[in-house]
């Protein structure tokens, strides 16, 4: 019984809920710049389903990510659609476009791989070098907003460093809900939901002073993740032009499987 009422309670909690073909965003996908936009994981992992559910989706592996932000994302209703750029029987180029009454917010495209048995490298097993989520507490929940957020829908544990104190750090993330209501999420799912936190979690200035927001996200994998919890090894660089880059090595219970860069616009509040 107990059991059933925490997945009840966790399918509860959603990013987003269907309405006919377009998605309602509900207050979990609120970020940390504005209470009226959204944190933008969910948005990209929305637009990564769009591409997976494309015909022949369970046949190739996304292989690389990238969503460029065309302007905030509002917690608002949502429209999808997605289309094959350049078909193949091997490799793909997918394309997806998220878009609201007032035109397109983002634009993301997926080289889709064809899944082939292939002979893993051995350092692709090798276990991370820093606890694992089980081995570290959880990370004091930040709420920004007073209320449901981007940062309640998500559980942290930090393994390393600070998870707001200026510098690099290292955190494992787990989703206490889903994506969309009424579904499981999908391991790219998750890594999406959790990729653009890089910044985030290694920023090098505080949020009370400065804005470092990204305007697009890449991840590249080559393994999809086993298991819940997705690891952020994250390191932010600030330069002196008013750019920035965050990068992240992405990691599970068995190791490093990808990484995810974020160009940074870089601004004094």
Not at 118 to 146: H, K, L, R, Y
Not at 152 to 167: C, H, L
Not at 202 to 211: C, I, Q, V, W, Y
Not at 217 to 246: K, M, N, Q, S
Request: negative net charge; charged residues 25%.
């Amino acid at each position: 019984t107990d059991s059933r009422q925490r997945e009840s309670t966790r399918m509860s909690m959603a990013f987003y809920v269907p309405e006919g073909d377009r998605f309602l965003s509900t207050d979990y996908t609120r970020g940390p710049w504005d209470p009226l936009y959204q944190h933008a994981g969910p948005p990209a992992a929305l637009l990564g389903r769009a591409i997976e559910r494309l015909a022949g989706g369970d046949q190739f592996l996304v292989a690389r990510f990238t969503v460029e932000l065309l302007r905030s994302i509002p917690v608002h209703v949502l429209a999808v659609d997605a289309r094959l750029v350049r078909p193949g029987k091997r490799v793909q180029l997918a394309e997806a476009t998220l878009r609201d009454d007032e035109g397109d917010i983002a634009i993301a495209r997926a080289w889709r791989i064809r899944r082939e048995d292939t002979a893993p490298e051995q350092s692709a097993a090798e276990p991370a070098t820093f606890p694992g989520p089980d081995e570290v507490t959880s990370a004091e929940e930040f709420d920004p907003w007073g209320g449901p957020s981007y940062f309640s829908a998500v559980e942290w544990r930090i393994a390393a460093g600070d998870f707001m104190a200026p510098g690099p750090a290292t955190v494992w993330m787990r989703m206490n809900g889903v994506l969309v209501e009424g579904e499981q999420p999908s391991p790219l799912a998750r890594v999406l939901v959790a990729a653009d936190s890089g910044n985030g979690v290694s920023m090098e200035l505080s949020l009370k002073t400065h804005r470092f927001i990204n305007t697009e996200l890449t991840v590249h994998i080559f393994r999809e993740p086993v298991g819940e919890w997705i690891c952020l090894d994250a390191r932010t660089r600030i330069g002196p032009g008013g750019a920035g880059l965050a990068t992240s090595t992405l990691v599970d219970a068995s190791g490093r499987f990808g990484i995810a860069n974020q160009a940074l616009l870089v601004r004094a509040r």
